[in-house]
């Protein structure tokens, strides 16, 4: 059974930073591309981060230079660095594995529950 659990999100100051982290099962995260996506109330689901099973990453130009998206092998997990958060990062964020076709992300149908990331003064 595959699965996926995001931690990390919460309530934020603009100019702040966040760690969201995603412990995914061995069984899909050794062989997967995985990203990092998220939905604002009313908006639909953006991917906003991508990393190859080797570790090549994209980034949505929204948050290009202010997110890091890293994985551990290791521990099966995917990372979300987020810095100088604005208070349009405000979302729920949520992990999915997938692959690629070409050099695009195609999401699979694994997602985990999603975490909230609150951006507010």
């Known amino acids: 059974q595959v699965q996926l659990v995001e931690s990390g999100g919460g309530l934020v100051q603009p100019g702040g930073s966040l760690r969201l982290s995603c412990a995914a099962s061995?069984?899909?995260?050794?062989?997967?591309?995985m990203a990092w996506y998220r939905q604002a109330p009313g908006k639909q689901r953006e991917l906003v981060a991508d990393?190859?099973?080797?570790?090549?990453?994209t980034y949505a130009d929204s948050v290009k230079g202010r997110f890091t998206i890293s994985r551990d092998n290791a521990k099966n997990t995917v990372y979300l660095q987020m810095n100088n958060l604005k208070p349009e990062d405000t979302a729920v964020y949520y992990c999915?594995?997938?692959?690629?076709?070409?050099?695009?992300?195609?999401?699979?149908?694994?997602w985990g529950q999603g975490t909230q990331v609150t951006v507010s003064s």
């Open positions: 999915n594995a997938g692959f690629y076709r070409g050099s695009y992300y195609v999401s699979q149908n694994y």
């Open positions: 061995r069984s899909i995260f050794s062989t997967s591309a």
């Open positions: 990393i190859s099973s080797g570790g090549i990453t």
